[in-house]
């Protein structure tokens, strides 16, 4: 488990891949391209979140990341920095061109963690996830590599 020197919030995760730099705990090669790069996010020994990262298509340089934290947890810049961090990692390294991420259009506080972290929401998708026997829409948000 590693703190992140640069972590205004000082949360700290166990990851399944090491973290060979000081700046970030996030970051580690796995050991098969498409693999998941995953971690527990805690703040003060408790689990507040996880995140993941991977790639969708390792032809077309493209992933995608994920995260979920306690709502007590909420608007504290966890999920911000953990989008950035993501964003960071599928760049830097995993090599990726493009990476995508959703979220629910009601879900206000996750899109604008999205814009916070440089991703530009892109569409709409309707009927995107079936949820609870439920169909539901979901925004796609986008980055892309700014070093290329």
């Excluded at 527990?40 to 020994?45: E, K, Q, S, T, Y």
């Amino acid at each position: 488990m590693r703190s992140s020197p640069s972590s205004p919030t000082g949360a700290r995760t166990r990851s399944r891949t090491p973290a060979p730099s000081s700046r970030t705990c996030w970051h580690g090669r796995t050991s098969r391209p498409a693999r998941p790069a995953l971690a527990a996010v805690l703040a003060d020994g408790t689990l507040i979140g996880s995140v993941a990262v991977w790639v969708d298509s390792a032809a077309h340089r493209r992933g995608e990341f994920g995260y979920v934290f306690h709502p007590r947890h909420w608007g504290r810049g966890y999920a911000t920095e953990a989008a950035e961090m993501l964003l960071d990692i599928g760049f830097r390294t995993l090599g990726l061109h493009r990476v995508t991420a959703t979220c629910h259009p009601d879900n206000v506080g996750s899109w604008r963690v999205l814009e916070k972290a440089g991703m530009t929401r892109e569409a709409r998708m309707r009927d995107h996830k079936l949820a609870r026997g439920t169909w539901r829409d979901s925004l796609l948000y986008s980055a892309i590599d700014p070093t290329a």
